[in-house]
């Protein structure tokens, strides 16, 4: 049995379609994977994220931890994403959804921003991209902000807590590592 040329090309056309959408961001810091739910649910109980935080989801995909902590915490969240498809999904989802006065999404690239406004960062990006990420959260987070990473540690720092199920890993005291020789570990 042969297939015919439209079934090849529409079948060339969405592999080359999925493999865009989950690895091309890979340039810019980590492909896309969405955090299953029991993680997510694991950052934000680690962080103890609620109404009075400001989230920074750096790489926010289609929002698994976005609207979990919006909806679900009534944090104020900054969403920031690269990929133009995901900032649409999460415009989309914003707009059916909300809550839109709480979720400000960005297209654009996490090493711009300014994060001295978050009170919790939360990360799911590959070890190159959370090592050159460290010194810019080491620079800009308030005393009192956690970072929240899944699967990767951030290199150079110890957790102050870890889920080794989920693979979570709560920072907290980031500016307090940074000490005149460089990031010191958490107490
Ligand atoms: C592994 S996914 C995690 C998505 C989401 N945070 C979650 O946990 O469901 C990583 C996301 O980071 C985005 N990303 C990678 N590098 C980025 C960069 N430099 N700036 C903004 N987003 C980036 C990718 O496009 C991808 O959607």
Redesign the pocket.
Known sequence: MSISTPVFVAALVALLGLLYFVF????????????PRA??RRMLEFAEVGSADTVY??????????FAAARGRGARVVA????PI?VLILRLRRWFGGPRERVDIRW?????LDFRPATVV?????PE?MARLRPLLEDQLAGGARVVS??HPVPGWTPTEVDPLTKVYLYRGVAARVGPSGPTPAA
């Open positions: 091309a961001s890979f340039a810019f810091g980590a492909g896309y994977q969405p955090a993680v997510v989801d750096l790489g926010a995909g289609t929002g698994a931890i976005v920031v994403e690269v990929e995901r654009g690239n996490l090493f711009h939360v990360v799911f990006l590959w991209a899944h699967w």
